[in-house]
């Protein structure tokens, strides 16, 4: 999708900083962290929200938890602990209508989220 920044970081035009990649997923570090590690996992394939998940993208989004747990070794964040999560649409905090898992660990996270 041409007017999605996330379809522009897939692409190469604005340039994230990665820290993983394979044929169906990016992740790169989020612009603004809100923990030490805070980073965004994306498909490479532009689906908007959650709600727009089809049967057949099953795989795609296992795929993003699966790097996230990859992700999360890799930051070393993964035996003390660290969160995953997607916002949806305005009450979700979704902002950026390309799906992405926010992966956040580094420091303890609270409980209930804001
Ligand atoms: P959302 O609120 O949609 O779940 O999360 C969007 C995330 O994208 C926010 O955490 C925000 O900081 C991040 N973000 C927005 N613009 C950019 C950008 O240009 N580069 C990166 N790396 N992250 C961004
Ligand atoms: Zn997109």
């Excluded at 900083?17 to 923990?35: C, G, S």
């Excluded at 709600?51 to 795929?63: H, M, S, T, V």
Aim: proline share 6%.
């Amino acid at each position: 999708m041409s007017d999605c920044l996330f379809c522009k970081m897939v692409t190469g035009e604005i340039a994230p900083d990665v820290v993983y990649e394979d044929d169906d997923v990016l992740a790169f570090r989020d612009i603004n962290p809100q923990a030490p590690t805070h980073v965004l996992i994306v498909p490479k394939r532009h689906i908007s929200t959650l709600n727009d998940l089809e049967p057949d993208d099953a795989r795609l989004i296992g795929q993003l938890s699966l790097a996230a747990a990859k992700v999360a070794a890799q930051e070393g964040v993964a035996d003390a602990g660290y969160r995953t999560l997607i916002n949806t649409n305005r009450e979700g905090g979704q902002v950026v209508f390309h799906i992405h898992m926010h992966l956040m660990g580094g420091r303890r996270m609270g409980w209930p989220p804001g």
